[in-house]
Every structure is written in structure tokens, then in C-alpha cells.
């Protein structure tokens, strides 16, 4: 994003001219819009959090006491999904998982490592892509290739391990008839950290086979 904001300046300032004055002018109006587009985005974050609430309640989901209203968590998730860095890519990983149990703490703890495993399954689909663009780009054999993406395949597990505690962002239960307690969360991890765990596991799985020309291929294309 902030890439792309240079680009716009440096338009305006072609514009407007490179004198300091023209400059200071085109800083205000670049200020100005930025913050009415912030403004514009958090407006529609927050009617779809406030939209999907009521879709949650309906369905019988609640908070237990003391967290945040259902409105306050769907928000700040859904803010999470659509930061972007400087490079324009998601900052964030996110996943959901869902567990029923007898007791409320036991059903969070597993819908905490279903949400854990599918973001280590999200994680891996992003390296599948890494390695699908090294062999556009002739950095890895179409065999090379294939023996990193069976390595990733089977490491979710461990690449889910490795993320360690991931708190959730959204946490919602409801009492199903029988008792028992159906719990919601929702986690966000950061993409660069979750990408880091996954390279590291990888890794290490082909220090084992002492394959150092792959190894290096690897972290070239990584």
C-alpha cells in the first residue's frame, strides 16, 4: 500500500511541480485522503461486524461474561483480514474451528487446535504457491518441487505446533439441546511469522535428508 501511495505522489507532484510548496500541498491532500478512506473502511468493517452479530445471535450464539460484545470481536477480525503491508500482501493468517463438548473449556481448547490446524493448512497452501512460482520461474524442477510439497503436506501438524499459543480473536458458544456447549473461535496469526515457522519446519525436514542443494534451491525461492 504504502508503495502504491508513493507512485500517487510522485504523480501529483509531476502535477503540481517539485517545488516545496507544491509538495507541502500535496502531503495535505494525500493526509486528507488517506484518512477519509481509513474512515470510508472502517465504517464498512463495522457494518459488516454489526451484520454479522446479529446473524451470530440469531443463530444462538453468545459471549461468556466479561469478553467483548459479539459486534466488538467480529470487528477488530474482520480488520485483521484486510491489513496488507507495505508489500501489499495480508499481515494476517486467519482461521476459525469449531468443538462441541460437555464442558465449555474443553470444547475451546479444541476448537482452538482446529483453528490452529487450519491456519498451518493456510500457511501451506501459501507455500505451494511459492513453489509453484519457482518453477514458473525455473528456480526449482517440476521434481524438486514435488519433493517440497509432499514434505509440506505432511508437516501441518508440526508447523501448527510450531505457531506455539495462538489467542483467539473471537470466542462464542451457544447450549445445544442436549446440554452441551458448541464453541466458535476465530484466531489471527501473523503471515510473516506463520510463513517463518513453515520455512523452518521444511527446513529442517531436508537437513535430515541431507539434500543441500534442495536446501538451497529452497531458501532462494523462499
Known amino acids: 500500500m504504502k ?3 508513493v507512485l500517487l505522489l510522485a504523480a501529483m507532484a509531476s502535477i ?3 517545488d516545496a510548496q507544491s509538495q507541502k500541498k500535496i502531503a495535505k491532500e494525500y493526509r486528507q485522503f488517506e484518512k477519509a478512506a481509513e474512515n470510508e473502511l ?25 469478553h467483548l460484545p459479539i459486534e466488538r470481536q467480529l470487528d477488530d477480525i ?7 503491508d507495505e508489500n501489499l500482501n495480508f499481515k494476517y493468517v486467519t482461521a476459525e474451528g469449531v468443538s462441541i463438548g460437555e464442558h465449555y473449556d474443553a470444547a475451546k481448547m479444541q476448537a482452538s487446535e482446529v483453528a490452529k490446524l487450519r491456519l ?5 497452501e501459501d507455500v505451494h ?8 520461474n525455473k528456480q526449482l524442477t517440476a ?6 510439497t509432499e514434505i509440506v ?27 452441551n456447549k458448541e464453541v466458535l473461535v476465530m484466531v489471527a496469526y501473523s503471515s510473516e511469522l506463520a510463513k517463518e515457522a513453515a520455512r523452518q519446519v521444511v527446513r529442517e525436514e531436508l537437513q535430515k535428508k541431507a539434500d543441500k542443494l534442495l536446501l538451497e534451491k529452497f531458501d532462494g525461492a523462499f
Do not use: C
Not at 78 to 84: D, E, G, L, N, S
Open 3 to 5: 508503495k502504491i501511495l
Open 16 to 18: 503540481y511541480g517539485a
Open 42 to 66: 472502517n465504517s464498512k468493517v463495522l457494518r459488516d461486524a454489526r451484520k454479522g452479530a446479529r446473524q451470530y445471535k440469531r443463530e444462538g450464539w453468545q459471549t461468556i461474561p466479561g
Open 78 to 84: 474482520y480488520k485483521m483480514r484486510r491489513f496488507r
Open 120 to 124: 498451518a493448512g493456510s500457511i501451506s
Open 129 to 136: 504457491a511459492v513453489i509453484r512460482n519457482s518453477i514458473a
Open 143 to 148: 521434481g524438486e518441487a514435488a519433493s517440497i
Open 153 to 179: 503436506s505432511a508437516s501441518e501438524n508440526r508447523i501448527s505446533q510450531r505457531l506455539g499459543r495462538v489467542v483467539p480473536i473471537v470466542e462464542l458458544y451457544r447450549t445445544l439441546p442436549n446440554g
